[in-house]
Nanobody, 118 residues
Framework: QLQLVESGGGLVQPGGSLRLSCAAS????????IAWFRQAPGKEREGVSC????????IIADSVKGRFTISRDSAKNTAYLQMNSLKPEDTAVYYC???????????WGQGTQVTVSS
């Protein structure tokens, strides 16, 4: 079964850090561009950051610049989102998305909750 599974979410105090993982099973991420999205309660889903097959990364959400970093580990077939200096407004369900650059096949993970609160 082809799927993405996110993990690493949780409750963290403001200023803390979390690393989200997005593990692929049933396919290799080597031919997929990766993106992280998030959706806060009552808000639309927004793009956070994306990573191309060649390794070029881009921050989509201005609010996370300088704090979030996207990466991938091909050996582990896993993508990551390192989140530092977390703020309450980062509270959301975070989703990873993978798009096959050859076929445009598109996969979403189930989401992982991140709550930033004191």
């Amino acid at each position: 079964q082809l799927q993405l599974v996110e993990s690493g979410g949780g409750l963290v105090q403001p200023g803390g850090s979390l690393r989200l993982s997005c593990a692929a099973s049933g396919f290799t991420l080597d031919y997929y561009s990766i993106a992280w999205f998030r959706q806060a309660p009552g808000k639309e889903r927004e793009g956070v950051s994306c990573l191309s097959v060649s390794g070029g990364s881009k921050i989509i959400a201005d609010s996370v610049k300088g704090r979030f970093t996207i990466s991938r580990d091909s050996a582990k077939n896993t993508a990551y989102l390192q989140m530092n200096s977390l703020k309450p407004e980062d509270t959301a369900v975070y989703y990873c998305n993978a798009v096959d650059i050859r076929t445009r096949a598109n996969y979403w993970g189930q989401g992982t909750q991140v709550t930033v609160s004191s």
